[in-house]
């Protein structure tokens, strides 16, 4: 090694040293200068290596790219192929381009943030509280993953996964409660809405625009239609569903908990309406049980099962009931046997309440009016439609089964209780439907004692004035017809009969036969109108009086009869005959007369081979 001489100028010429030969430093060596062969080394192995300048440089070997610069009062800078990548300052470090690291970046105090952005747009930090992600500048903050998820604290439990080209999950404790999908959200279990004061809204909407909506207030929650501008439905605080109103209406004395109401016959009806291939149809059900709520406690007779109810407002209230439904138990129910009736009530003019009306009980018998008064006390009246026995048609009747019976229950002396079927063709006012008929068909009692005596009477009028209908005709109590008012029985028609009789020969000719042998008799009441024709062809006679049968024989002690007739009884030089009805004597006898004497008409002149047309009327 050369060493060149040292004046006060410095060294005259360079040092020149070989690999691995050291400039040393430092009375223990402590600060080394070589190159290895392959590397430049300034070694300092004690205390600080310490380099002073006002501006220091680290140059490429070039000397044309700059690599460290530090500046006194001023940056150390760093740079990448002559390109500063870090700068310091008094705030702190700016890096330009991007800064990878294999290990935590750490910002340890609570006032350190990481800012990115021109204007420190997007900040994370920690306030010693809470950790933020804050978009503090321009535009909006995006966060871009194939799957995004959100968990707890400990990394076991989900709080929110979003996943592309699928759904959004939200967790509760580690639960999905709700999940996006192609058509909407599915919610598990319960949706809440709250608001601090006034109203929570819950609105449906297409494209934007409002289409219907759902509010809640101090308990009541409220539809709307798609403008917002007309409430449709409401449900109360006391769980009332309203349709049509905004507060509750009294009707019938009660609020229910299901009411419309509306101007008009759209708004104002319900239909329920079932459309299937079957014959099964909508329904109204009513029920009742005699237990708690859901219980099935059987019911007892006489229960009601369900109402309809007509009311009306009287200026007061809407309370006053106009008519009524019910089908009430109508015997003792057992497993799968609920015998039934139906009631039906009506309101009289001036009443405070409804009265039955009719009533249509388990059997099918169909009762009218069947306990209450009919326009007043005095017209108490019942029709009932039957098809029971007798024994259970409490009207009464003959025979069993299929009856209608009209029961008036006021009970009074002979002619004061009156049941009847009115045919009329204008209402009388004052609310007496037909006061003045056109005619009538009723039953007028006769007697007061036991069941009663009742005679059917029918009347009719031929005038058009405002008066009663006069009686034209009376079935007796006791059998028999009369007329025109006339009540008495002895005047009565009690019988009307037709038919045919074979009139035989009772005297004169004895083992008579006949040719022609016809009879015919109408009987009305008690008279008889006989009308036969005989023709004899054989016989004996005798000598006693001729004699021929009568279909019925004739009444009383005194009452003689002659019929007309036609015969060729002249042949036998009986001119002039007669038959003669004798007062109870079946038999009519021949009689002939002459210029001064009448006399009877033995077998033998009649002869067996006569003919004889006879007809005329008797009493029996």
């Not at 192929?81 to 300052?89: G, H, Q, V, Y």
């Not at 800012?115 to 997007?122: E, K, T």
């Not at 509306?262 to 909508?282: E, V």
């Not at 003959?398 to 009156?418: E, P, V, Y």
């Amino acid at each position: 090694m050369a060493l060149t001489t040292i004046d006060d100028r410095g060294l005259k010429t360079p040092i020149d040293l070989l690999d691995n030969e050291k400039i040393r430093f430092g009375t223990g060596n402590d600060l080394e200068i070589y190159h290895n062969g392959t590397n430049s080394i300034i070694d300092n192995n004690t205390g600080v290596l310490q380099i002073t300048a006002a501006s220091f440089r680290v140059n490429n070997a070039a000397n044309n790219e700059v690599q460290i610069k530090a500046l006194e009062d001023g940056a150390v800078e760093l740079y990448h192929n002559d390109s500063k990548k870090l700068e310091t300052a008094s705030w702190g470090v700016a890096i330009t381009g991007e800064l990878t690291t294999t290990n935590h970046v750490n910002i340890p105090n609570d006032t350190g943030k990481f800012m990115v952005g021109a204007s420190n747009d997007l900040q994370i930090y920690h306030d010693g509280s809470n950790s933020y992600i804050k978009d503090a500048g321009t535009g909006q903050l995006r966060i871009l993953s194939n799957q995004l998820l959100i968990q707890n604290a400990a990394g076991d439990a989900n709080q929110i996964i979003c996943t592309e080209s699928g759904s959004v999950d939200l967790h509760y404790d580690g639960t999905k409660k709700l999940e996006t999908t192609s058509l909407g959200a599915t919610i598990t279990r319960d949706l809440t809405l709250n608001h601090a004061s006034g109203d929570t809204a819950l609105r449906w909407a297409v494209g934007g625009t409002n289409k219907f909506s759902l509010y809640e207030s101090s308990g009541t929650l409220r539809f709307y239609d798609n403008t917002n501008s007309a409430e449709r439905l409401r449900i109360d605080s006391s769980g009332r569903l309203l349709i049509g109103h905004t507060s509750s209406i009294n009707s019938y004395g009660a609020e229910s908990q299901l009411q419309v109401s509306g101007t008009g016959f759209a708004n104002s009806s319900l239909a329920i309406r079932r459309d299937s291939a079957d014959t099964g149809a909508g329904a109204i059900i009513l029920s009742k049980s005699r237990g708690s709520q859901g219980g099935v406690t059987v019911v007892q007779s006489g229960d009601s099962l369900g109402e309809i109810v007509w009311c009306g407002a009287d200026g007061g209230d809407a309370n006053p009931s106009a008519g009524l439904i019910k089908c009430a138990v109508d015997g003792t129910p057992g497993t799968n046997d609920m015998p039934g009736r139906l009631e039906f009530y009506t309101t009289a003019d001036g009443a405070g309440g409804v009265t039955e009306r009719m009533r249509l009980d388990k059997n099918g018998k169909v009762t009218i009016n069947p306990f209450n008064t009919f326009h007043s006390a005095t017209h108490q009246a019942t029709l009932t439609l039957s098809n029971e026995s007798a024994s259970n048609l409490y009207a009464g009747g003959k025979w069993s089964h299929a009856a209608i019976g009209i029961d008036n229950t006021t009970h009074t002396a002979s002619g004061g209780s009156k049941s009847q079927i009115v045919f009329g063709y204008l209402p009388r006012s004052g609310g007496y439907d037909y006061e003045f008929g056109s005619a009538y068909m009723g039953a007028t009692s006769v007697s007061q004692s036991g069941a009663g005596k009742v005679d059917l009477v029918f009347g009719t009028k031929d005038v058009t004035s405002d008066t009663q209908p006069t009686e034209r005709l009376r079935i007796l109590s006791g059998g028999g017809l009369t007329f025109n008012g006339d009540t008495a029985a002895a005047n009565a028609l009690d019988d009307y009969e037709e038919g045919g009789w074979n009139p035989a020969i009772s005297y004169g000719v004895s083992s008579a036969t006949f040719s022609t042998q016809y009879g015919r008799y109408t009987k009305i009441g008690n008279k008889v109108t006989v009308w036969f024709y005989i023709i004899l062809n054989g016989g004996s006679t005798t000598s006693s009086t001729f004699a021929v049968s009568l279909p019925f024989t004739p009444a009383g002690s005194t009452m003689y009869t002659a019929f007309s007739g036609y015969n060729n009884l002249s042949a036998n030089s009986i001119d002039n005959p007669v038959l003669i009805a004798f007062p109870a004597q079946a038999n009519a006898y021949m009689y002939k007369q002459t210029a001064t004497s009448v006399g009877v008409v033995p077998g033998t002149d009649v002869g067996n081979a006569a003919q004889q047309l006879w007809w005329g009327t008797y009493e029996v």
